[in-house]
């Protein structure tokens, strides 16, 4: 749905209607008071951009965070992509941000630790010279939307929880263009960068197995 054009609204409205249609529950929707069924953050916002009547403009790039309950379980995931044609910094920090979750989740394997997914990510991410926001952090994941462990997205190999066939992690970094510190906006969920600079955020939802990783959310296109 995301072009020149759209509404913040309206892709809410799809998104609160897909999660029904399918017998699901949108999974932010009134957690923790959240007002709506997808986060969506535009440009420098970093998470939990809440729709509005903003209409997306050409040139903009938009993170879209979505989580559903079916069944009891929770899926969580979230992409960025841009508006039409985007600047070349702001493609580069969409294709560092997705490659720094996918180096993470190729660390999501039994014996492993927390700790070897947030370095892997880090040093993807900052070796790209951006940074990683530290405020917000991934998360266990399952019958709740968020459970134990935290997973962030910086620290140490070999540090951390030991990895088990079972667990589940929702595994989502944050990557700015500028410095990695964030600032909540007065209506309490949006997350801007603290120097205005853009932001993107990939996740996605993984059990780690005997086999290896698994990703629960990957879209059937
Ligand atoms: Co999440």
Known sequence: MVSPGISLLEIDRFAENYAIKHGAKPAFKGYHSYPASICLSVNNVVVHGIPSNYVLQYGDIVGLDYGVELDGYFGDSAVTVGVGQISEMAERLIKVTQKSLELGIEQCLPGSRIGDISYAIQQYAEGHSFS??????????????????PVPNYGHKGKGLKLEAGMVLAIEPMVNEGGHETVVLPDGWTAVTKDGSLSAHFEHTVAITKSGPKILTLPDL
Not at 134 to 141: L, M, Q, S, Y
């Open 132 to 149: 990683v926001v530290r405020n917000f952090v991934g998360h266990g994941i399952g019958r709740r939307l968020h459970e134990e462990p």
